[in-house]
């Protein structure tokens, strides 16, 4: 059977892309946040350099004009010119060695930083694999003892369901026989109901894990509709519900796993029928949308407030806390097998006018493409 196992590895690339993305914006920020520094740094040591270099020709200036008016001085004009000169190349040279330092130093600061980056982001890294590594190693363990478990209680439960159904069958006809069979009838819808809460767990494991498992094939979506209706009627008539069907179409030919989308149909009659008062109706309906093939059941029950429209098909939601008639992985489940064939569900639902729960499946001519 064909195994979906795109869930972990789609959750992880989005981590990568996110840790990739968040690393650029801090690279960038970074290199925005230094070379602001750095320009605040120059335009300080200009704006003091410019300050020297005004007070330096200010006071030269009056120097200039004192030896003017002293005639002792000023033969010794050309003396000062020279030692002037050599006094600004003097400067010149001191501030080209500042400014080589300071650029040195800048650079072995980045150098340092980049490297302790490095060195951080690595140590990020190497945690992430190993934290990965133990959760692969974790869900691997815990897939083999589900296996386990769940294999050994399915058998233990089937020996308790024979039991229950040989002592049914070999009740006396007194009031101690009818008594016998109706415990034996409460003990094979207790094993049932445990074997498919088993199932059920067994299912969310595999759909977190993203190893949901199919086996799509090319049949006739009218048939497994009668089927699930079938199941359903006698459920909804001891309900006091009225089930209906209606199909759009001779033949829906669709690409699913008859058994698995079967499942899917029983989650959403099954609430159907749960959540709606006697004397309402439960629908279902299938058509052709495009290219593909939509289920929709609908009821006449208290409807959903739209807030919890998505919130509905999580892990453990239930519409009452009280509720525990479940434990509430119906939906989350019906949404891990319907997004495994490449379909979609969703609820529309307003309160006091019913709900309607819809899913598609992908139809012939999008199989065959």
């Known amino acids: 059977m064909p195994t979906r196992d795109k869930k972990p590895q789609a959750e992880r690339t989005h981590t990568d ?32 350099r410019k300050g020297t270099d005004e007070l330096l020709r200010v006071t030269r200036e009056s120097a200039d004009v004192r030896l003017t008016q002293d ?3 000023a033969q010794a004009q050309e003396s000062v010119t020279r030692e002037r000169v050599q006094e600004d190349a003097a400067l010149q040279v001191e501030r080209a060695t500042v400014d080589a330092e300071r650029q040195d130093e800048r650079a072995e600061r980045g150098r340092a930083l980049a490297a302790l980056l490095r060195l951080e982001r690595a140590e990020t890294d190497s945690r992430l694999l190993l934290e990965r590594t133990r959760a692969d190693e974790g869900l691997a363990t815990r897939d083999e003892f589900m296996g386990m478990v769940s294999h050994d209680l399915r058998t233990l439960l089937g020996g308790i369901a024979l039991q229950a159904a040989l002592l049914k069958r070999d009740a006396a006809e007194d009031e101690v026989g009818r008594k016998t069979a109706q415990a034996a009838e409460k003990i094979q819808r207790f094993t049932a109901r445990m074997n498919r809460l088993i199932g059920d767990l067994v299912d969310v494991a595999s759909i977190e894990e993203g190893r949901i498992r199919v086996a799509p094939a090319l049949q006739d979506a009218t048939a497994l509709v009668r089927e699930a209706v079938e199941a359903f009627q006698p459920l909804a008539s001891s309900q006091g519900l009225s089930l209906d069907v209606e199909i759009r179409g001779n033949t829906l030919m669709a690409n699913f796993d008859h058994e698995r989308v079967l499942q899917v149909l029983a989650n959403l009659l099954s609430n159907a029928v749960k959540f709606t008062p006697s004397g309402g109706r439960v629908s ?5 949308v495009g290219q593909d093939v939509r289920f929709s059941v609908m009821d006449t029950g208290p409807g959903i407030p739209s807030h919890q429209l998505t919130s509905i098909f999580e892990r453990f939601w239930q519409a009452l806390r009280e509720d525990r008639r479940g434990l509430g992985l119906g939906l ?25 729960f819809s899913f598609t499946l992908p139809g012939a001519s999008s199989s065959t493409a």
């Open 17 to 48: 892309e996110g840790l990739r993305l968040e690393r650029e914006k801090s690279d960038t920020e970074f290199s925005t946040a230094q070379a602001a520094i750095d320009e605040d740094s120059d335009s300080s040591i200009r704006r003091a």
């Open 284 to 288: 279902l309906r299938v058509a052709p």
């Open 332 to 356: 989350y489940i019906s949404k891990g097998i319907v997004e495994a064939h490449g379909g979609r569900i969703w609820a529309e639902s307003q309160r006091g006018e019913g709900s309607t």
């Open 71 to 73: 005639r002792t001085l």
